[in-house]
C-alpha cells in the first residue's frame, strides 16, 4: 500500500432546505489508499450518498478538506475538478445509467469523447474494454436489448474507459439476481487485482465483505473502519 489517493478530512455537508439545515456529514474522515478495496456500509439517513459525492469529487464539503491524489478540491473551478475527475474516478452506478438510445460501445465511447480521445482510440478501447467484460458480442446492440446484468457490464466497461486509478462503485449489484451481482463483485475484484482502487458503498453486508476492509458510517460520521471479516454492528 502506498500513499492515499483519496482523503476526506473532517468533513462536513449541510444542505440549506428553505430556513432547515440538514447535517449530512457532520465531520467524516476516510482515507483510501491506492490499490485498496474499501466498502463504505451504513444505515439509511447515515451520509453514505453524501459520502459517496465527496470520494468521487462530484460535491464540494462545506467545511473540511476532500483530496483526490494529493490534490485539493476545494481550489478546484468546477471545469478544472471534471476534468481531474474524468481522468482519475470512473463511477458504476445502480441504475447503471446508461444512455438508451446508444448502443453499448457508444455508451463505453462517450466518456473518451469528453477527454478528447481521437474516434480511432476512441472505437478500439470500447471495444477491448467490451470484450474484457464478456460483451463482445453485443458490441452495437442497444442498451434496451441487454439484460439487467449485461447493462451493468456495460456500465464497468464505461467506468474503465479512460484508464481511472479509482473505481467508485454504488450499489453495483442492487438491481441484480444473485448470480449477476456475484459475476458483477468477479469483476471488481478482478479489477483491483490488477492494481485499482475500489470504493464500493452497499447496504449488502455479504457484498460489502468483498472488501479489505469496511467504513462504518452513522449519523454522518465514520465511526470505524474495521476488517471485512469483522463483526458488523451499526
Sequence with gaps: MSKPIIEVQDVWKIYEVGEVKINALRGATLHVKK????SVMGPSGSGK????NMLGSLDYPTKGKVFLDGIDISSLSES???TIRGKKIGFVFQQFNLIKTLTAKENVMLPMVFQGMNPFERDKRASELLNKVG???RLNNKITELS???????AIARALANDPEVVLADEPTGNL???TGKQVMEFLKDLN???RTIIMVTHDLNVARAAD???ILKDGQVLKSVDSNAKIEF
Design 35 to 38: 490499490g485498496e478495496f474499501v
Design 49 to 52: 450518498s453524501t459520502m459517496l
Design 80 to 82: 478544472d475538478l471534471a
Design 135 to 137: 460483451l463482445g458480442d
Design 148 to 154: 439487467g446484468g449485461q447493462q451493468q457490464r456495460v
Design 177 to 179: 439476481d444473485s448470480v
Design 193 to 195: 487485482d490488477e492494481g
Design 213 to 215: 476492509r469496511i467504513a
